[in-house]
T-cell receptor, first 113, second 114 residues
Framework: KAGVTQTPRYLIKTRGQQVTLSCSPISGHRSVSWYQQTPGQGLQFLFEYFSETQRNKGNFPGRFSGRQFSNSRSEMNVSTLELGDSALYLC????????????FGPGTRLTVT | QQQVKQSPQSLIVQKGGISIINCAYENTAFDYFPWYQQFPGKGPALLIAIRPDVSEKKEGRFTISFNKSAKQFSLHIMDSQPGDSATYFCAASISNFGNEKLTFGTGTRLTIIP
């Protein structure tokens, strides 16, 4: 099976702009979770989507949003970018029904200047 | 509030030695404890996981030890090899249907020296 894919792998944006990141889960997986990884805060949960519905949400401002499509692919959007949004954004897929675990993609490295 | 505490922050082990990384959690509702391995420029890879109904789980050179009463769990890497040099993260979650949120430790940078 192909693994989790994320596009783009690298992105440079300017403060105030918005960005959309994409994640394709492992075939058959219906849950997609998003995490932010920074040197200072580590790995932090953003939100999780299952069957096109947001099922869980972390403690991030409303500028961070997401959606999931009927084929389980997910997108994450960050509006009004701030310098502190520079991070590695990871998505993870799982069955969503109590299966063996979450599998991460390679991440999208976002740099905000 | 940091719910999963991981130590040490960095670890240097000689080739062939045993690497030990420790984690402690606060939320007694956690019932699924995975370990992830991350190489530079890559996403975390699921290494091994345990549930609290067992005290130990072994997969090849990797062993998780779990102490429910102390709310602690640890990763042991036997016969450590240079290829094991990576950052390791422990994590915890409440595995009821409908909750995929992982709470991660702060990570341990492991370096295996020849």
């Amino acid at each position: 099976k192909a693994g989790v894919t994320q596009t783009p792998r690298y992105l440079i944006k300017t403060r105030g702009q918005q960005v959309t990141l994409s994640c394709s889960p492992i075939s058959g997986h219906r849950s997609v979770s998003w995490y932010q990884q920074t040197p200072g805060q580590g790995l932090q949960f953003l939100f999780e989507y299952f069957s096109e519905t947001q099922r869980n949400k972390g403690n991030f401002p409303g500028r961070f949003s997401g959606r999931q499509f009927s084929n389980s692919r997910s997108e994450m959007n960050v509006s009004t970018l701030e310098l502190g949004d520079s991070a590695l954004y990871l998505c993870a897929s799982s069955s969503g029904t109590g299966g063996p675990g979450q599998y991460f993609g390679p991440g999208t490295r976002l740099t905000v200047t | 509030q940091q719910q999963v505490k991981q130590s040490p922050q960095s670890l240097i082990v000689q080739k062939g030695g045993i690497s030990i990384i420790n984690c402690a959690y606060e939320n007694t509702a956690f019932d699924y404890f995975p370990w992830y391995q991350q190489f530079p420029g890559k996403g975390p890879a699921l290494l091994i996981a345990i549930r609290p109904d067992v005290s130990e789980k072994k997969e090849g050179r990797f062993t998780i030890s779990f102490n429910k009463s102390a709310k602690q769990f640890s990763l042991h890497i036997m016969d450590s090899q240079p290829g094991d040099s990576a950052t390791y993260f422990c994590a915890a979650s409440i595995s009821n249907f409908g909750n995929e949120k992982l709470t991660f430790g702060t990570g341990t940078r492991l370096t295996i020296i020849p």
